[in-house]
């Protein structure tokens, strides 16, 4: 059994529990889960024992109702706690969120105290965070992540930092966790963190969940850099009409979210060719299915120039939702395994900006083969 905690009921949280439900009810097929029916945890042994959020207008209800709000076919929950209130730290300023965080009422270490005592009840495996896009600066050392904690610097800290660093105290007093970052906030990929999350028993995955266009886009960079072609330039945006895409109407936030997308090219060819990728814009009838558009401008033999041009339109969280049903189970592998710290060959595979930090992009079938290989299954294709 995997016992999980979410961090963030929103869309992509609500739609992979709503998702695991009807797995376990055999009601949908595991399309979308790359190693659907092949790990040793079957999706009935996950369970979902807590979740949490700063919407006032979800907490204090269960679990079933707050998802009900974005997939209607699901009214009831084989596991259906109450959303308890978390910490925000700005994190959803100018969203049409009430916000209510524990930080509201009590200082930072106070706060995180309050989430400890209260996991430590709950007992998860695997903590998912799966928060609202934040502006951060990562500490790079542990002294000035925990001098921040103890001065109650609010301004410094995002949410995010605030959940891994109460990880490490949680997995350190219960002997062992895990923590699942798929926003864009380094916690894989600072140094402060990995130290901390191998000191103290935690196993983290991260950074920044790859989904849609920015996965696609490697294979295609890879694609071109083993034929030996000379890529000129790269354009890559989408546009949705979700919460997150909302926040990143915020400058601060959109950064965030362009380097870990950004990322990919120099690590994918070698040389950081002129590009520009990153959300680039919020259009509320879209929804939650974004609008994605390629342009990859390239030279070949002798000269020639050629482009291509690809564009989709993408469930943006119904694909990282898939992608949940497997990291909290290879979270849980990893616990049992006590690899405690970043794991790259899961990070490859499932992150945008894979951790640690000096982890690169590469391409995605041989990400997917060494994840394979870490997992204890057999390589598919080499």
Request: charged share 25%; aromatic share 10%; net charge negative.
């Amino acid at each position: 059994m995997v016992k999980v905690l979410i961090l963030g009921q929103g869309y992509v949280a609500s739609t992979f529990v709503a998702g695991l439900e009807k797995l376990k009810k055999g009601e949908i097929e595991p399309y979308g889960v790359p190693l659907a029916g092949e790990l040793p945890i079957d999706f009935k042994d996950i369970r979902i024992v807590g979740s949490y959020d700063v919407d006032r207008a979800k907490i204090g209800k269960k679990l079933s109702e707050v998802v009900s709000q974005y997939w209607c076919d699901v009214n009831s929950l084989s596991d259906d706690p109450v959303v308890s209130t978390g910490v925000h730290l700005g994190s959803v300023k100018n969203l049409p969120i009430e916000a209510e965080g524990l930080e509201d009422s009590m200082t930072l270490k106070e706060a995180i105290e309050r989430l400890v005592d209260e996991w430590s009840k709950l007992d998860p495996d695997v903590i998912v965070n799966t928060c609202t896009t934040e502006a951060f600066k990562p500490f790079g050392n542990k002294e000035e992540l925990l001098k921040a904690i103890e001065n109650n610097d609010k301004e410094r800290l995002t949410a995010t930092q605030v959940y891994a660093y109460a990880a490490t105290l949680y997995a350190k007093k219960r002997g062992g966790a895990a923590f699942v970052n798929v926003i864009p906030t380094y916690i894989a990929n600072d140094p402060a963190f990995v130290e901390l999350a191998k000191g103290n028993n935690l196993v983290v995955f991260g950074d920044d969940g790859a989904t849609g266009a920015t996965p696609f886009t490697a294979d295609v960079l890879s694609h071109l850099a083993q034929r030996n072609r000379y890529v000129k330039d790269v354009a890559q945006f989408n546009i949705g009409g979700n919460m997150d895409f909302l926040a990143l109407t915020d400058e601060g936030k959109n950064k965030s979210k362009e380097f870990t997308k950004s990322s990919i090219v120099k690590d994918i060819l070698g040389y950081d060719a002129p590009h520009y990728i990153k959300p680039t814009g919020y259009l509320e009838p879209l929804g939650d299915k974004k609008f994605i558009a390629i342009h990859i401008e390239y030279t070949s033999f002798n000269g020639a120039t050629d482009e291509l041009m690809i564009s989709g339109r993408i469930n943006d969280s119904p694909a990282l939702g898939g992608l949940l049903v497997d990291l909290v189970r290879l979270g849980k592998i990893a616990l049992n395994r006590k690899e405690y710290g970043t794991v790259y060959p899961v990070n490859a595979f499932y992150m945008k900006n894979p951790g640690p930090f000096e982890g690169k992009n590469i391409p995605r079938i041989i990400a997917y083969e060494k994840m394979r290989i870490w997992a204890g299954l057999k390589p598919k294709w080499l």
